[in-house]
Nanobody, 119 residues
Framework: VQLQASGGGLVQAGGSLRLSCAAS????????LGWFRQALGKEREFVAS????????RYSDSVKGRFTISRDNSKNSVYLQMNSLKPEDTALYYC?????????????WGQGTQVTVSS
């Protein structure tokens, strides 16, 4: 399973970014996909996840209502649309995949993409 995240960058508070994660075909078939993030000096935390067919999504309370996760299985990709960004969203964002639809402890990880939100 291979995952490649992209789309990070520097944005002002209140702005938007869209992260993308290209996944191998194996990661798309029957796997839940999602995003975690890790800010400097902090533990990695769950951000959002989506089940294989995209029927169910889950978000952390800190991003609910601002971020939207989606996937396009025909393009082997998962996305994270981030709106109303805040400085506290600054972190290295990782995409992940796992067969567990509840996405409790993903087994597969991509490299991170840096998101920096300036105040």
């Amino acid at each position: 399973v291979q995952l490649q995240a992209s789309g990070g960058g520097l944005v002002q508070a209140g702005g938007s970014l869209r992260l993308s994660c290209a996944a191998s075909a194996r990661a798309m078939s029957g796997y839940a996909l999602g995003w975690f993030r890790q800010a400097l000096g902090k533990e990695r935390e769950f951000v959002a996840s989506i089940t294989w067919r995209g029927i169910s999504t889950r978000y952390s309370d800190s991003v609910k209502g601002r971020f939207t996760i989606s996937r396009d299985n025909s393009k082997n990709s998962v996305y994270l649309q981030m709106n109303s960004l805040k400085p506290e969203d600054t972190a290295l964002y990782y995409c992940a995949a796992d067969a567990d639809p509840f996405f409790r402890s993903p087994n597969y990880w991509g490299q991170g993409t840096q998101v920096t939100v300036s105040s």
